[in-house]
């Protein structure tokens, strides 16, 4: 831990706050309060307290910045690629030069625990490197039309792009979606979540510093319903970049289709983790404790689900249980091995999940009980929670409890695990453990998900494109993917001889 952010720390502690916090919007490039003066707090999910209060956005907030964009579109779309990609170079610089400041915020907006809110700056700042790089490799093709004639085509900007983050990963999120459209030239506006709104916020203003110009990129506060809503259904809004559950997915899409404008969805899912009988159980073990209580497992690719062979399951579960037990609960600025859910409410959520199926006499392996941090006797916790043996159209196998809460499947072998891996209405990510190289591509091939990890559960980074199947949406984030999310593709076609 850096100076700085030890001295963050304290003052948190001792302040209850941390001082020059943004608190309005950020739009055409300066911080302006709400035009109708609403404000609201922020929590801290490790004391469930609030900690700082800020701009409740509105209607008119969101005209103000969509209008921002759509003004600074034209100029910022023929902005030479190789000066978009200087830009987010130097955002990246900045993100890692207030990094401590960065992490601390994210940790007290989210409640994670703070070396994963490090790990999410510093992912940022590569986000914003890798598509630096990528702004000026953006590339048309020619036509074969014959001599006579000439064919091209090449790649705009779609245009105003709205981004609605979610609560979990607000600056990592902000990120991926944020630094594609840039670097393809289109402008945002940006709605966090209302639990979350700092970093989107801080990373405004990093952006402004490194260079980009005013209206390029703004953010507005507030709630789904007076902010997230009436941006989506904007009608200068192109595209809508959305995060969160397939409910308000699927009003998302029905909001924008009057504009017809292009909707990327990340829906989250119920991710299988398949662990065969040859599988390295050590590397096995490892991977599903960070797949479900990495963020106390609210995570959209979140390994929720083991799909365990029965030869082994004993063991594995046994070594499971005995790794969740020790793991270390606190408050995320003292850096725990497991933190606090987000909020009151959903709390609430994850414990009705489990309690429910306690009442229907699923096995509780270990947890299942809410909790606090013991060093205050305070926050939002749930336990890390594993339910055994878990029967196939049981409620906590169908759906996504986004918490700390691994249910445990048994299965005879490779072909009822892939049977098992694909009977849920989800298909976001999976895993896979095996030593056998040709069965984890077979699964891999069969298994109904955007991205497979083999032999280590969130494996790759930012280069990798990332999506869903199924319930888990449409449309890949991250790769070069991205890159085509936000731009499309003009075709010309010229005779030049007589």
Not at 2 to 11: A, G, L, N, P
Not at 194 to 218: C, R
Not at 262 to 282: I, R
Not at 473 to 479: D, P
Request: hydrophobic letters at 45%; a negative charge.
């Amino acid at each position: 831990m850096s100076d700085d952010t030890r001295q963050m720390v304290e003052d948190y502690f001792r302040t209850g706050t941390l001082a020059g916090l943004p608190d309005r919007h950020f739009i055409d490039g300066e911080w302006v309060a709400s035009s109708d003066g609403g404000r609201m707090q922020s929590f801290d999910a490790g004391s469930a307290r609030a900690f700082h209060d800020f701009a409740a956005g509105s209607v008119g907030d969101v005209d103000r910045a969509v209008d921002a964009a759509r003004r600074a579109q034209k100029s910022w779309g023929r902005t030479r690629a190789s000066e978009r990609g200087r830009i987010l170079a130097r955002a990246a610089e900045l993100i890692r030069a207030h990094a401590g400041r960065l992490a601390v915020a994210e940790c007290l907006d989210c409640g994670k625990p703070l070396q994963e809110a490090e790990g999410d700056v510093s992912g940022a700042a590569r986000c914003f490197d890798y598509y630096a790089g990528a702004a000026d490799k953006l590339q048309g093709a020619t036509f074969p039309l014959g001599p006579n004639h000439l064919g091209y085509s090449h790649h705009e900007p779609v245009g105003v792009t709205a981004h609605i983050i979610p609560w979990n990963y607000p600056l990592s999120t902000a990120a991926r979606g944020i630094a594609p459209a840039l670097a393809a030239g289109c402008t945002v506006v940006a709605k966090p979540a209302e639990q979350t709104p700092l970093t989107a916020l801080m990373l405004a203003e990093i952006l402004h510093q490194a260079g980009l110009p005013a209206g390029v990129l703004n953010v507005v506060t507030g709630t789904g319903v007076d902010a997230g809503a009436p941006l989506v259904a904007h009608r200068d809004v192109r595209h809508v970049s959305f995060t969160g559950s397939v409910m308000t997915g699927v009003s998302v899409m029905q909001a924008a289709a009057p504009a017809v404008s292009s909707v990327l969805l990340e829906l989250g899912g119920k991710s299988p983790v398949v662990v065969l009988a040859d599988a390295d159980l050590d590397a096995a073990v490892e991977g599903v404790l960070g797949a479900i209580f990495e963020n106390a497992g609210q995570i959209c690719s979140a390994g929720s689900r083991l799909v365990i062979d029965r030869r082994i399951h004993a063991e594995m579960v046994g070594r499971l249980v005995d790794r969740a037990r020790q793991l270390t609960i606190g408050h995320g600025l003292r850096r725990p091995q497991f933190g606090p859910l987000n909020s009151a409410g959903h709390l609430d959520k994850v414990a009705s999940y489990v309690d429910a199926a306690r009442d229907r006499g699923v096995e509780i392996a270990t947890g299942g009980s809410r909790t606090v941090d013991p060093a205050s006797g305070a926050g939002w916790f749930f336990e890390p929670t594993i339910l055994d043996n878990v029967a196939r159209q049981d409620a906590v196998v169908q759906e996504e409890i986004f918490g700390p809460v691994l249910t445990v499947q048994v299965v005879d072998g490779e072909e009822e695990a892939l049977e098992v891996a694909n009977d849920t209405p989800f298909g976001l990510v999976a895993g896979i453990y095996t030593r056998d190289f040709g069965t984890a591509h077979r699964l891999a091939r069969d298994i109904e998900a955007g991205q497979v990890f083999i032999n280590e559960y969130f494996a790759g980074g930012i280069e990798v494109p990332f999506g869903g199947t199924k319930m888990s949406g449409f449309g890949r984030e991250k790769g070069l993917a991205a890159l085509e999310v936000y731009s499309r593709v003009k075709s010309v076609a010229a005779r030049i001889e007589g």
